[in-house]
């Protein structure tokens, strides 16, 4: 059986100016520690036998993940669309923070993002996301529904705005 997997759905282009700032600042950062992993493989090169240097079989691998990262961000980053201006709407669109109110009363707070920014601590989701997309133009008062596998969730949308 082959390795091959058809390529990953593409995702949205956009994002906040404080993203695409982190991004350029991630992408500054892995230069800097690449330069450093080059100097130790290299040191790790010279004591000699590579096929049983630990230290050199490690730095291979954490270069290869460095580069990997690299050409993701430097493929990424010009193709993204910084969104710097908020609709003058009422309703959920990119850049929304969205206070949602589900069936068993409890409250859960969200902010619609672009894909690369999303960031499960500060409740910040895709804009891509199966809840970001039922949540899509949507207006305050208005519900959503939500079936995962083994649920069957309504949400209330509380309230909208925009920083």
Do not use: C
Not at 87 to 96: E, N
């Amino acid at each position: 059986m082959g390795r091959w997997r058809p390529p990953a759905p593409s995702s949205s282009p956009y994002i906040s100016p404080a993203g695409f700032t982190a991004l350029q600042k991630e992408l500054d950062d892995i230069w800097l520690r690449r330069r450093d992993v080059v100097k130790a493989l290299a040191d790790a090169a010279a004591e000699g036998d590579r096929s049983e240097n630990a230290e050199y079989i490690y730095r291979k691998k954490e270069l290869g993940g460095l580069d990997y990262r690299i050409r993701y961000l430097q493929k990424r980053l010009p193709a993204l669309n910084v969104v710097r201006e908020h609709p003058k709407s009422d309703a959920i669109y990119f850049g929304a923070i969205v206070e949602l109110r589900d069936d068993t009363d409890n409250t859960h707070t969200y902010r619609i993002v672009g894909p690369d920014e999303t960031d499960a601590r500060t409740s910040a989701i895709s804009m891509d996301s199966p809840l970001a997309k039922a949540l899509l133009a949507k207006r305050v008062n208005d519900e959503i529904v939500l079936d995962t596998e083994d649920k069957h969730v309504v949400m209330t949308v509380e309230s909208i705005r925009y920083q």
